[in-house]
């Protein structure tokens, strides 16, 4: 499942996907960028995780001072780079959203949408590690998964997916309680808002939990400023 999304779901084919998705997946897709939008500001550097073929980076840029989007697969990266424009302020760069390369600190903001945390197949408390070490002191991480609340509609757009031939055929013997199953090795579930509650706090980290128009779920991790560092450091603040 790790590389599904490089070597049967991306660059063209992932696009269809979303170009094909009902009104209402459209509204909740554009209600989970509408979200992370509101949380930019023009000076923030963003690094978006699975960044396919650039579809919520770009709107990103719109506001952002500068965009990195990574993702593992070659073909997404291709599409997403023909489409940006030169004054898009986006970069895009083949990595493993587990395990980037990037320094300690290097961004504003780090964004992993669209159910990525499931649907990457990757070790979810890695996942949210990496991401709050390259997130700077007073900077925030931004996650996304489905609200149980949008499961007949996510199961309708897989089903239109498949019908497509864009992935398998859904296997409704294991598709149920929020996970959706292909045929063709598909698989991808959800986080529960308890979920991500007891998943940060394992890391060390107080969430905070929102739902967005009835179909998403976010999980928002505010770093610690530099001055709040070092006043747990030291355990109470100095006088003067």
């Not at 593992?72 to 898009?88: D, F, N, Q």
């Not at 998964?145 to 199961?155: D, G, I, N, P, V």
């Not at 060390?204 to 747990?232: K, N, W, Y």
């Amino acid at each position: 499942m790790r590389g599904y999304y490089s070597t049967k779901l991306s660059g063209d084919r992932l696009q269809r996907c979303y170009e094909l998705a009902s009104t209402r997946v459209k509204q909740y897709l554009e209600a989970e960028i509408e979200f992370v939008v509101s949380r930019l500001r023009p000076t923030d550097s963003v690094l978006e995780l699975g960044c396919g073929y650039g579809r919520v980076a770009f709107r990103l840029a719109d506001v952002a001072a500068r965009v990195v989007g990574i993702d593992t697969s070659p073909e997404s990266l291709i599409l997403a780079r023909h489409r940006a424009r030169p004054e898009s302020r986006c970069q895009f760069l083949q990595m493993d959203a587990s395990a980037p390369t990037f320094r300690d600190g290097a961004f504003d903001v780090v964004v992993c949408v669209q159910n990525g945390i499931c649907a990457f197949a990757v070790d979810p408390e890695r996942l949210i590690r990496e991401a709050l070490r390259v997130t700077r002191p007073g900077g925030r991480a931004l996650f996304s998964t489905y609200s149980a609340a949008f499961w007949s509609e996510r199961l309708r757009w897989f089903e239109s997916q498949a019908a497509a031939g864009l992935v398998g055929a859904i296997d409704y013997d294991q598709t149920e309680n929020g996970t959706v199953v292909c045929k063709d090795g598909f698989r991808a579930g959800m986080f529960s808002p308890e979920a991500f509650r007891v998943l940060s706090r394992r890391i060390g980290v107080e969430p905070v939990i929102t739902t967005v128009d009835d179909s998403s779920v976010f999980c928002e991790i505010l770093m610690p400023s530099a001055a709040q560092q070092r006043h747990s450091a030291d355990g109470a603040p100095r006088r003067r």
